[in-house]
């Protein structure tokens, strides 16, 4: 069975500038998470979905921004970068919602704000 | 609200000797933890995990964690370290609540082993 898989793998973008990273979940699989990965902050939560719903939101602006297809893939979008915004950002995706099950991540995105 | 400390940020240790990363948690109701590894460039393999029953827990790769809920701990420990294990770990914690599937992780320790 095929992996969580993300693309692109790298990015550069400038500031100001807005991106989308997209995820293919596992086969079957309904929930999706994005993290935000960085050396200062660590690993973050951005959001989850499931089902199409966004149904856990993590502390971040409003410029990050998430949904998620009827075929469970999902994208995350990031308007008006900033540096700060350099990141690796992973997804991970759950076979299905209610109580936790177990999570698989992909490579992740890197993405470079110049 | 939950939150999980990694004491140690980066672990040092030479091959075939004991590998000990430590990781504390708080949580107000009964968590759910994991231990995940990431090799470089690469995105994060779970280890192992406890959510009910034993507490002594077993993972890939010959590691293993204890859940001492008294000490509010989930160490990861394994016998003898191997080259392939230099790595980052992270301890993360989900709450038992239904919830979802948001994990909150630890700040990471990186473990570089001596030959």
């Known amino acids: 069975k095929a992996g969580v898989t993300q693309t692109p793998r790298y990015l550069i973008k400038t500031r100001g500038q807005q991106v989308t990273l997209s995820c293919s979940p596992i086969?079957?699989?309904?929930?999706v998470s994005w993290y935000q990965q960085t050396p200062g902050q660590g690993l973050q939560f951005l959001f989850e979905?499931?089902?199409?719903?966004?149904?856990n939101k993590g502390n971040f602006p409003g410029r990050f921004s998430g949904r998620q297809f009827s075929n469970s893939r999902s994208e995350m979008n990031v308007s008006t970068l900033e540096l700060g915004d350099s990141a690796l950002y992973l997804c991970?995706?759950?076979?299905?919602?209610?109580?936790?099950?177990?999570?698989?991540f992909g490579p992740g995105t890197r993405l470079t704000v110049l | 609200a939950q939150s999980v400390t990694q004491l140690g940020s980066h672990v040092s240790v030479s091959e075939g000797a004991l590998v000990l990363l430590r990781c504390n948690y708080s949580?107000?109701?009964?968590?759910?933890l994991f231990w995940y590894v990431q090799y470089p460039n690469q995105g994060l393999q779970l280890l192992l995990k406890?959510?009910?029953?034993?507490?002594l827990v077993k993972g890939i790769n010959g590691f293993e964690a204890e859940f001492k809920k008294s000490e509010t701990s989930f160490h990861l420990t394994k016998p003898s370290a191997h080259m392939s294990d230099a790595a980052e770990y992270f301890c993360?914690?989900?709450?038992?609540?239904?919830?979802?599937?948001?994990?909150?992780f630890g700040g990471g320790t990186r473990l570089m082993v001596k030959p």
């Open positions: 991970a995706s759950g076979f299905t919602g209610g109580s936790y099950n177990e999570q698989f």
């Open positions: 086969s079957g699989h309904r929930s």
């Open positions: 979905y499931f089902s199409e719903t966004q149904r």
């Open positions: 949580s107000s109701v009964p968590p759910y």
């Open positions: 406890y959510t009910t029953g034993a507490t």
């Open positions: 993360a914690v989900t709450l038992n609540n239904n919830a979802g599937n948001m994990l909150t």
